[in-house]
């Protein structure tokens, strides 16, 4: 626990000093805390340390570990591939979706929606088999036409992935590449509550809060290595 408190203030003082750097306000900055593969505990810990937003990977890993009756305040998040046929337990165990990826899958979540649901976009800015999201700014533009016209669906932002093995300025490409998407979406949809632009790990986070970043998805650097 001690040991986790200090990584997390160590990252709190790192965001706000890339965003200073940045020329920007800390306060502009939200992290997540990756906590795929943690324990609950693990999870309750950093929560009594102040964080309060999370984000998993898997639906399974969550159904298994995290009860539906959490705290006060804490928020998680879906930040991992979905498939369709997981929407509508999604729905039920998240807060929000950051990692819609197809128009298909949109429509799927709308399906079992009851009550307005933050979502972001993924864009595929990396070319790596293993990435997912749209795969070009006239493909997500095409779906943005289409999901603007949801009932409960709320388009809260952007999000990808940046090249795990590229150097500085692969990343920084990429970052560049998904802030121009985030303004076009504004300038041609302007979209209630359009706020976020999440890129940046715990390896490249630095590079993405330059680049426009305002949340950030933060695990190794917090819980340590995983196992």
Known sequence: ???????????????????????????????????????????????????????????????????????????????????????????????????????????????????????????????????SGFSSEDELFSALDVIMQSTYLQVRGLMTIGPLDGDEKMVRTAFSRLRKAYDAVQKRFAPPSFDTLSMGMSSDYRLAIEEGSNLVRIGTKLFGKRG
């Open 1 to 131: 626990m001690i040991e986790l408190r200090e990584h997390y203030q160590e990252i709190l003082d790192s965001l706000g000093e890339a965003a200073k750097i940045a020329g920007r306000e800390p306060s502009d900055i939200t992290l997540m805390a990756v906590s795929k593969t943690r324990t609950y505990q693990e999870m309750l810990d950093l929560y009594s340390c102040g964080q309060l937003l999370f984000g998993e990977n898997r639906v399974q890993e969550v159904q298994e570990k995290v009860p539906l009756a959490r705290p006060e305040g804490m928020r998680l998040h879906l930040i991992g591939h979905l498939q369709s046929n997981k929407a509508k337990k999604a729905v039920e165990l998240f807060d929000g979706i950051d990692s819609v990826d197809s128009l298909k899958l949109a429509k799927k979540i709308e399906g079992y929606l009851s009550r307005p649901f933050p979502i972001l976009l993924e864009l595929k800015t990396a070319q790596e088999e293993s990435k």
